[in-house]
């Protein structure tokens, strides 16, 4: 017990190298694919992001209802309001608590996407 050590296997050390090693190189990849969906949003970031806006805003931001439509709109007015609500800044009953889940890539890519759509 006094300094007494089992004997190292050789193996066991490559073994938990290669393990960390596999390890980091998921751990780098997925900070730098999370990265890059920052920096460079893909080609369909917009139409991705908006898809998350059917529910209430309707089919490519046509609203069937009362909630305002978004397409065809400013991409410059939906992109500060959407901030706005974000920020605690505009009234709202959910797009304060949904707006947050968003960054800025995201709110504008979503914005171009619904300002060229055509209106109603």
């Known amino acids: 017990m006094l300094g007494i050590r ?16 596999c390890v980091m190189v998921i751990v780098l990849f997925s900070a730098m694919t999370a990265f890059a969906a920052d920096v460079v949003p893909y080609a369909n970031l917009g139409r991705d ?5 059917a529910n209430c805003h309707g089919t490519d931001g046509r609203s069937r209802g009362a909630i305002p439509s978004l397409a065809g709109q400013d991409a ?3 992109v500060q ?15 304060q608590q ?17 300002a060229a759509q055509a209106k109603q």
């Open 6 to 21: 089992a004997p190292v296997n050789s193996m066991d050390g490559a073994v938990n190298f290669r393990l960390l090693r």
């Open 49 to 53: 992001v908006a898809a998350n806006c």
């Open 76 to 78: 410059q007015v939906i």
């Open 81 to 95: 309001r959407m901030k706005e609500f974000r920020d605690g800044r505009r009234a709202a009953t959910v797009m």
């Open 98 to 114: 949904l707006a947050k889940g968003y960054t800025d890539a995201q709110i504008e890519a979503a914005a171009a996407y619904f």
